[in-house]
C-alpha cells in the first residue's frame, strides 16, 4: 500500500513540475543531441545499454544540453544502485554518509552504486579529496556533471580516472524537434491542448535558446500557460508572445572560463583568416559580453606584429592610433575605433615573417650564444673622441670591419653572425610590403 501511495505521489510531481522536467527523456531512443557522444554505435551508448559502467565519467558542456538527463537515462537502465547529490547542497558528512550506504550495499547485497554529483565543480579541494579514494577502489562509479571546465575545477587524480566527455550546445533543428514533441506529448506536453505556434515563433523562441533545450522548454511553457484559448479553445502563440516569453539571452561568458579563450581564439583566427564579418561577430560577442576593451586592443596589437607584420608596417600604427582614440572617446563612441583596427587589421596583407625572431630565439637557447667577430666588436672610445673617420678608417684596415656607407646603395656583403651560425629564419613572403622588402634581398643575393 505505501509503494501504491509513493507511486501516486511521484506521479502528481512530475504532473505539476515545470514542463522541462516532464519532458525530460527516460531513454536513449527519446534522447536529443549529443550524438558524437550517446549515438548509435558510440561508445558511451553501448556501455549504459549493456549496463556495463564501471569507469568513472564527468560530463562537461554548457546549460540545457542533456547533462542531467542522459544521468537519469542510466539511473532508468542500470540494475545498481543509483544516489543524486547535488554539490551545491550536499557537504561532505552526506557524501560520507552517501559511501558508506554504498559500502554496505557492496557487502551485503554485491550492489554496486552509481553516485551522480550535479555542479560537481562546487566542491572545493577538500571534498573532491573525500569522493577519490572510494572512486579508486570501486565502491562507487562516479558520474559528475560540471558546466565548467573539469581540468580545471576537478582535481587532476578525480580527472584522471575518469572518462570525460563534452556535451556541445544543441543544434537549432534538435531544440526545435524538442519543443514540437512537447506540443504533440499527451501525457506530459500539451498533446490534449489546442496550441498553434506560429513558424515565426518558434524559430524565434529556438534562435534566442542558442542551443538550451530548458530555456526553450521554459520559454514554450510561458507563452502557452500566459496565452488564453480564444472562442474556438486555441491558444496562439505568436512571434508577438514568444518574444514576450523569452527574453535575450545573457551571453554565456566567463572570463576565466572556456567562452573566453574560445571567443578571444575565434576573434583571432578570423583576423588571421582575413573574414571582416566573422572578426566583427567576435568582436561584438566579446563586448556585448563585458570584456575589457583595453584587452581586446593587446590582442589587435599582437596581431598587427604577428600576422601582418612587415606586409603592412602601418597596421601597428593604425591600432596604436585607436588605442589612443579609445582612450580620449570612451565608450560606447569608442566601439568604432575598435571595429576600425579590426577592419583594418583583417583586410591587410598578411604575414608570419616576424615570427623569424622566435626561431633565431630556438637558435640561441639550443647552441648558446657565440662570440661576437672582433671587427663587429664596440669602439666606442674612439668614437667618444670625436674621430668620426678615423674610426671609419680604423675599422676598416685593422678589424676588417666594413663600413656600409662608404659602398654604393649603403651595402655591402658581410658576415654579421658568429661563425658557425647557419642563419635564414627570415622569410618574407612577398605580401604587401614585404614585395619591396623580398625584391631588395635578392637584388642584395644577386650582388654578393
Not at 116 to 132: G, M, P, S, T, Y
Not at 155 to 164: A, C, K, N, W, Y
Not at 308 to 318: F, K, M, Q, S, T
Request: glycine letters at 8%; a negative charge.
Amino acid at each position: 500500500m505505501d509503494d501504491l501511495f509513493e507511486q501516486r505521489r511521484q506521479e502528481q510531481i512530475r504532473r505539476q513540475a515545470p514542463l522541462a522536467a516532464r519532458m525530460r527523456p527516460g531513454t536513449l531512443e527519446e534522447f536529443a543531441g549529443q550524438d558524437h557522444i550517446v549515438g548509435p554505435g558510440r561508445l558511451l551508448r553501448r556501455a549504459i545499454e549493456a549496463d556495463r559502467l564501471f569507469s568513472s565519467l564527468i560530463f562537461w558542456g554548457p546549460p540545457g544540453t542533456g547533462k542531467t538527463t542522459l544521468a537519469m537515462i542510466i539511473a532508468n537502465s542500470t540494475e545498481r544502485h543509483f544516489e543524486t547529490m547535488s554539490a551545491v547542497l550536499a557537504g561532505v558528512a552526506d557524501l560520507r554518509r552517501t559511501i558508506q550506504e554504498a559500502r554496505d550495499r557492496l557487502g551485503m547485497y554485491s550492489q554496486r552504486t552509481i553516485l551522480f554529483v550535479d555542479e560537481i565543480h562546487r566542491w572545493n579541494k577538500a571534498q573532491q579529496d573525500a569522493l577519490l579514494p572510494h572512486v579508486e577502489d570501486g565502491t562507487i562509479v562516479l558520474v559528475g556533471a560540471t558546466t565548467e571546465n573539469p581540468y580545471f575545477e576537478v582535481i587532476g587524480p578525480l580527472v584522471s580516472r575518469s572518462r570525460i566527455f563534452r556535451f556541445e550546445p544543441l543544434s537549432a533543428s534538435e531544440v526545435a524537434t524538442i519543443l514540437k514533441r512537447a506540443l504533440e506529448d499527451s501525457g506530459h506536453g500539451y498533446g490534449e491542448r489546442h496550441v498553434r505556434i506560429s513558424s515565426a515563433a518558434l524559430t524565434h523562441i529556438v534562435q534566442v535558446a542558442g542551443g538550451d533545450a530548458r530555456d526553450g522548454l521554459n520559454a514554450l511553457e510561458l507563452a502557452v500557460e500566459s496565452t488564453a484559448p480564444d472562442k474556438d479553445g486555441v491558444i496562439d502563440i505568436t512571434l508577438e508572445v514568444a518574444e514576450d516569453s523569452i527574453q535575450q539571452r545573457a551571453l554565456r561568458y566567463d572570463k576565466s572560463a572556456d567562452q573566453h579563450y574560445d571567443t578571444v581564439s575565434a576573434f583571432i583566427k578570423s583576423v588571421r583568416g582575413s573574414d571582416p564579418d566573422a572578426a566583427l561577430y567576435w568582436l561584438a560577442k566579446m563586448v556585448m559580453a563585458g570584456e575589457d576593451p583595453r584587452f581586446i586592443l593587446r590582442r589587435l596589437y599582437i596581431l598587427a606584429a604577428e600576422d601582418i607584420g612587415l606586409a603592412d608596417p602601418e597596421a601597428v600604427r593604425v591600432v596604436d592610433a585607436c588605442a589612443q582614440a579609445f582612450e580620449w572617446v570612451g565608450m560606447p563612441e569608442g566601439q568604432y575605433h575598435l571595429a576600425m583596427a579590426t577592419l583594418y587589421l583583417t583586410t591587410a596583407p598578411k604575414s608570419n615573417a616576424v615570427g623569424a625572431y622566435w626561431r633565431a630565439v630556438e637558435e640561441v637557447r639550443e647552441q648558446g650564444a657565440g662570440p661576437v667577430p672582433p671587427y663587429l666588436r664596440d669602439k666606442s672610445e674612439v668614437f667618444r673622441g670625436g674621430l668620426r673617420e678615423h674610426y671609419k678608417r680604423t675599422m676598416e684596415s685593422h678589424d676588417g670591419y666594413k663600413y656600409p656607407h662608404a659602398y654604393p646603395g649603403g651595402w655591402v656583403r658581410q658576415d654579421y653572425l658568429p661563425e658557425g651560425v647557419d642563419a635564414g629564419w627570415f622569410e618574407p613572403r612577398g605580401h604587401g610590403y614585404e614585395r619591396v622588402i623580398l625584391e631588395r634581398l635578392q637584388e642584395m643575393k644577386r650582388e654578393e
